[in-house]
Nanobody, 115 residues
Framework: QVQLVESGGGLVQPGGSLRLSCAAS????????MGWSRQAPGKQREFVAS???????YYLDSVKGRFTISRDNAKNTLSLQMNSLKPEDTAVYYC?????????WGQGTQVTVSS
C-alpha cells in the first residue's frame, strides 16, 4: 500500500510560482508511474503531468513550458514546479501513484491563482 501526502499549495498572484511536493509513505523506487492531476470547481479531474521510473515525463498541453515534474527516489518525494501561473490553473492538485496495478491518490492541496 502507498500513502501520499501533498503540500505546498496556496494563494499566488498571476505570473507567480509555486512548488508542490508529495511525500510517499515508503520507497518510490519501485513505483513505475507517478503524477499530478487537478480538479477545478465544477469540472472533472484532469491529468497535469506524470513521470516514469526512468524519468520520462508527460504534460498537459496547457502547462508545457511552465510546469516541471520531478521525483527524488532517495527522499521518496514527487514535486511539481509551477511557474507563470494563470488564474485557470486554480484547482485542487492531487498526487498519484500507480503501483502493482492499483492507483493511489493523495488528499489534495489547493492552488489559487488570483490578484
Amino acid at each position: 500500500q502507498v500513502q501520499l501526502v501533498e503540500s505546498g499549495g496556496g494563494l499566488v498572484q498571476p505570473g507567480g510560482s509555486l512548488r508542490l511536493s508529495c511525500a510517499a509513505s515508503g520507497s518510490i523506487i519501485s513505483i513505475n508511474l507517478m503524477g499530478w492531476s487537478r480538479q477545478a470547481p465544477g469540472k472533472q479531474r484532469e491529468f497535469v503531468a506524470s513521470i516514469t521510473s526512468s524519468g520520462d515525463t508527460y504534460y498537459l498541453d496547457s502547462v508545457k513550458g511552465r510546469f516541471t515534474i520531478s521525483r527524488d527516489n532517495a527522499k521518496n518525494t514527487l514535486s511539481l514546479q509551477m511557474n507563470s501561473l494563470k488564474p485557470e490553473d486554480t484547482a485542487v492538485y492531487y498526487c498519484s501513484a500507480l503501483f502493482l496495478a492499483r492507483q493511489y491518490w493523495g488528499q489534495g492541496t489547493q492552488v489559487t491563482v488570483s490578484s
